[in-house]
């Protein structure tokens, strides 16, 4: 085993970690250990825009673009980091274009805005265009910019390495009114490395996860294979809670049957979606905005009408992207790529015919809790000093229960800027903390474990059927009843996976052994989803209760914190669920007192 | 600022249309039965790469990397080879699929002849680490020789640069490049001489030369008029077949040739 020493070690290579790593790298001494290669994260997916209210096009402000965000969030937003978000997000947008990033540009040569769910001028008057973008690959372009930056300014890279652990200390403090708890401070991490199977510690004065989602709990789902949930499983079993993680979002457009994202995008240029009736159906949901409603809305809108009959197919079980009114021009300079995929995936030419789409698992809203300089929280109001996050493992929170359309983008800029920034100025101030007394022995008996055991069970059939479960149960629309057959699915995928067996028993690239340890983060994340979606017995957001369909203020209007407990036993829960305590955190209001949300 | 109406928002779309029948459906997904014929190597346990033969049913839709999956999901967990998005976005599964160069995700099936074994072996030119996984960093080595990242000496402006429409056209066909090394690796000259810097290096190269905010484009030609630079290439045109998002290589490398020439942008 060895051990390597940074100032600051950034777990992560998409969007958030490379924003984190530009700023880190030119201050401290850094590392990036990411589980692919960089360019090969998720953030390379995203199409569809990054918004700030530069007001290229129209009229336009930050204010606007903050109540849009918290009205997307159905009021669940902490109003201060969405205003943040929205204030930064004008540099935001300006920083990458000075980094070479090739936004489309106005006639002026200016970067050009257009149309996406749920941004409006004027607290919700009509449709703005906020999103600057680059084609339908925006994501693409960000990802490349900030790799090419990273070059740029020679970031150290570990790739390959999947980090396995967080290293915390735990020590005794007083807080100010005298009461006594356990500091936990960050030490380092533990990676193994997938070449050659052998495991890394990094001590480190500053860790800044950045690790992405979790979207392979799901079956049908816009994210790529790796999203696995790792960042946030391993701050779970360190004791780290986990913040609104019964909020998941659902893009209404994947590809039908096979998730592929079909960006908002080619509603916010005009495509609409159509029943079997050949009906535009938003009409009837958002009468103001239609298409363009933000996005947990249009996904029950478009649920709904497959579950009333109006679906379309061989099964009646989709509905349909319509683009054949759009010139094929604009199409070709606007929207390449998604229409590519239509014709690739599905054998479909979207000038002519139009798309069949459906909800996709998309995006975990809820994730650890940060603070706005991105320090993570060991309670509600308890920073642990050295540790960070930011992008979609984080929850800072901005997105409340419904993320609004091109804010991810957005997110991982603003927040990953400050990440580095804070990790690398924290660094230079501070020592680094004593590793633990063998520090990889937890990662050991993790590997260990799933090295040599031999039940017979198969790491995929447990996934799939737990993918199949949560699809099914936990996907737009949620009961009790459908919560608790999850609930009880998970209890039995739990026992299984104890009796796992890989069959790869190399060193070398190991990846079968990998999809094991990942499986075992998608368990314990989907658990902590549905515990908490169990909880919140209200309709908010991206979370819809069909026994509980109104939004609860009264009751709910706060965050969900969940943590490992140990202590917990299935006879001393209300509900029977062992290891997980779900508490709250005040929701921060300043400007926006919550409304009834109509679009 | 006033608000505009701008030239591009559409008409409204009719509320309601009529459908074409065929979307009411009817009908079910074929099914069919390939074997997946694999260049399987791991040094760990033998010095000899091999052929191995995997046979399954698949569907309609399905791609090479779902037949993959299938393998190690239900046959044969030790199979290895890398894969993420599975939509042709992050270039992580460039393989030799029946002797081409293609992305595993963007592949279907039924594109391919299934009435015999579908040849899937590891890209060439770069050394082979397990399977399908080859070792990736002298393809990235060569990337960052050429410089790829924007240099700008002017003072740089509170807002952002200005750039046309026209100009920001004119490298948007190399902005597309996703480093999955279809490219480089489908080159005969790569193969023989892998200090060659490649396909991709000279397509992220050219992503720049012709950026108009950018000032560096003198050093970049200066470092591909080398001798593995632009002039090993033969205009062989595999690179621009294998080219997973279609950039038309061959002609970015001919720009940049001409480029070298003229010394002119």
Known sequence: MQVHKYDVVIVGAGGAGMRAAIESGQRAHTAVLTKLYPTRSHTGAAQGGMCAALANVEEDNWEWHTFDTVKGGDYLVDQDAAEVMAKEAIDAVIDLEKMGLPFNRTPEGRIDQRRFGGHTRDHGKAPVRRACYAADRTGHMILQTLYQNCVKHNVEFYNEYYVLDLLTVEEEATREDGTVYLQKRIAGVVSYDLATGELHVFQAKSVILATGGAGKVFKTTSNAHTLTGDGMGIAFRKGIPLEDMEFFQFHPTGLAGLGILLSEAARGEGAILRNSEGERFMERYAPTIKDLAPRDIVARSMANEVREGRGCGPNKDYVLLDLTHLEPAHIDAKLPDITEFARTYLGVEPYTEPVPVFPTAHYAMGGVPTNITTEVLQDNDTIIPGLYAAGEVACVSVHGSNRLGTNSLLDINVFGKRAGVAAAEYAKGADFVDLPENPEADTVALLEHVRVSDGGEKVAAIRKELQDTMDANMQVFRTATSIDKVLADIASFEERYSRITVQDKGKRFNLDLLEAVELGFLLELAKVMTVAALHRQESRGGHYREDFPDRDDEKFMKHSMAFKDVAVTAESSAEHIAGIRLETKPVVITRYQPMVRKY | ?265
């Open chain 2, 1 to 265: 600022m006033s608000p505009v109406e701008t030239a591009e928002s559409a008409p409204e779309p009719a509320s309601k249309i009529e459908l074409p029948a065929h979307l009411g459906g009817g009908g079910e997904i074929p099914t069919f039965d390939v074997t997946l014929r694999v260049r399987r190597y791991d040094p760990e346990f033998s010095d000899e790469s091999k052929w191995e033969d995997f046979r399954m049913t698949m569907y309609g839709t399905d791609r090479v990397l779902d037949a993959l999956h299938k393998v190690k999901w239900e046959q044969d967990g030790s199979l290895s080879f890398r894969r993420s998005c599975a939509h042709g976005v992050c270039g992580s599964d460039a393989m030799r699929i029946n002797g081409r160069n293609r992305l595993a995700c963007k592949t279907l099936l039924k594109d391919l002849d299934t009435s015999k074994p579908i040849l899937v072996e590891p890209i060439k030119g770069l050394p082979v680490e397990k399977d399908l996984i080859v070792d990736m960093e002298p393809f990235f080595q060569s990337f960052r020789e050429i410089m790829p990242f924007l240099i700008n000496r002017d003072h740089a402006p509170t807002k952002e640069r200005l750039q046309s429409a026209e100009e920001r056209a004119r490298f948007d066909d190399t902005t597309k490049c996703i480093l999955c090394a279809a490219c480089t690796s489908s080159c005969p000259v790569f193969w023989t001489d892998g200090q060659y810097f490649g396909p991709a290096a000279i397509v992220n190269a050219h992503r720049f030369i012709f950026d108009s905010r950018d000032d560096a484009g003198d050093m970049r030609l200066e470092i591909l008029n080398d001798k593995e630079g632009v002039w090993r290439c033969r205009t062989v045109f595999n690179c621009t077949e294998a080219c997973p998002r279609g950039i038309q290589v061959t002609q970015a490398i001919a720009e940049v040739k001409q480029a070298i020439l003229s010394r002119q942008v």
